[in-house]
């Protein structure tokens, strides 16, 4: 064999060996894993699926759901406070856990993912602010964890709020 044919064939193969993995790490990565790593209530889980958001053709053959109506009924934007993002994520969790069939055994993490989410929001607004938005945080969090999911809610639930509000 002549040595440039060779030399070729020998970058070739070298190159290959080095995509391959990354590759077959990502194809092999299952859809419940890379939900799993997107929807944890750290700063880098958030990042990372907004990332994916932001470049969503990359992982179109998992089949996401990227749709959103933000905030539902309450507002994007309570006070001024732009929720919109957080509300995002929070949606991305539930309708992909709920094609999933694995939604009631995530509900809780998702909606603590959800206030880690707000809170990192809030701390990026003056100090004089703050305390509001928190408590706007708070009060969504407990909403979601209450009434996130009319397949999670419980009757009794439902007719205590009821109680409260009547």
């Given at each position: ?42 700063a ?20 996401f ?68 938005c ?33």
């Amino acid at each position: 064999m002549n040595r440039s044919p060779r030399r070729l064939l020998v970058v070739l193969i070298s190159t290959l060996a080095l995509l391959l993995p990354a590759a077959a790490a990502h194809a092999t990565e299952s859809k419940a894993s890379v939900l799993s790593s997107w929807t944890q209530t750290t700063a880098t889980s958030t990042n990372a699926w907004n990332a994916a958001r932001l470049n969503r053709e990359q992982w179109a053959s998992y089949n996401f759901d990227w749709s959103t109506d933000y905030c539902s009924s309450s507002p994007d934007n309570p006070l001024g406070f732009d929720f919109k993002l957080s509300c995002w994520h929070h949606d991305f969790g539930y309708r992909n856990y709920k094609d999933l069939g694995t939604f009631d055994a995530n509900k809780s993490r998702l909606d603590s993912m959800f206030y880690a989410d707000l809170k990192r929001k809030c701390a990026t607004y003056s100090v004089v602010v703050q305390p509001a938005c928190y408590s706007l945080a708070w009060t969504y969090y407990q909403a979601v964890s209450i009434f996130g999911s009319l397949e999670a809610v419980n009757p009794s639930d439902v007719d205590r709020a009821r109680a409260l509000v009547g």
